[in-house]
T-cell receptor
Framework: KAGVTQTPRYLIKTRGQQVTLSCSPISGHRSVSWYQQTPGQGLQFLFEYFSETQRNKGNFPGRFSGRQFSNSRSEMNVSTLELGDSALYLC???????????FGPGTRLTVT | QKEVEQDPGPLSVPEGAIVSLNCTYSNSAFQYFMWYRQYSRKGPELLMYTYSSGNKEDGRFTAQVDKSSKYISLFIRDSQPSDSATYLCAMKGTNAGKSTFGDGTTLTVKP
């Protein structure tokens, strides 16, 4: 069974731009969560989607948003990028909400 | 104060050693406890998943949860160079999808 896939794997953007990251969960998994990983803050929860609805949200500003499609694929968007948004963005899928999570390889975003 | 505190490391051991990785937590609502392994430039990989207190063994790995002390551990027996990675503990309540992670412990197993 194919794992979680994330695209793109690497991205370089300029301050003030916006970016969209994509995540395809494991086939059959309906829950998708997004995390930000940085050396200083570790892994921090952004939000979780289940059945196209946001079920949980972390403590991130409104510039961070996401959505889930009917096929469970998910996207997250960051608008008005700041230097501090440089991080590894990880997507994790699970069969049902809150169950064992399986992570993708991440998208490494660099903001210059 | 963070909800989950993990021994910071780094940890360096010789091949064959027993490794102990530890986390403490403050939120009594946590019911599910996980250990992830993350290799450089990769996403975390789920190693162990336990519910409530007790031990769970999987091959060379044993996860231990002591809810009365709010303390969890991961033991690696007969450690191998391929075990060299960052280990992350994570935990969550009964219904929330959100997992709260420790900062990770970097382990190096020397041949």
């Amino acid at each position: 069974k194919a794992g979680v896939t994330q695209t793109p794997r690497y991205l370089i953007k300029t301050r003030g731009q916006q970016v969209t990251l994509s995540c395809s969960p494991i086939s059959g998994h309906r829950s998708v969560s997004w995390y930000q990983q940085t050396p200083g803050q570790g892994l921090q929860f952004l939000f979780e989607y289940f059945s196209e609805t946001q079920r949980n949200k972390g403590n991130f500003p409104g510039r961070f948003s996401g959505r889930q499609f009917s096929n469970s694929r998910s996207e997250m968007n960051v608008s008005t990028l700041e230097l501090g948004d440089s991080a590894l963005y990880l997507c994790a899928s699970s069969l049902v909400q809150g169950f064992e999570q399986y992570f993708g390889p991440g998208t490494r975003l660099t903001v210059t | 104060q963070k909800e989950v505190e993990q021994d910071p490391g780094p940890l360096s051991v010789p091949e064959g050693a027993i490794v102990s990785l530890n986390c403490t937590y403050s939120n009594s609502a946590f019911q599910y406890f996980m250990w992830y392994r993350q290799y450089s430039r990769k996403g975390p990989e789920l190693l162990m998943y336990t519910y409530s207190s007790g031990n769970k063994e999987d091959g060379r790995f044993t996860a231990q949860v002591d809810k009365s002390s709010k303390y969890i551990s991961l033991f690696i027996r007969d450690s191998q160079p391929s075990d060299s990675a960052t280990y992350l503990c994570a935990m969550k309540g009964t219904n929330a999808g959100k997992s709260t992670f420790g900062d990770g412990t970097t382990l190096t197993v020397k041949p």
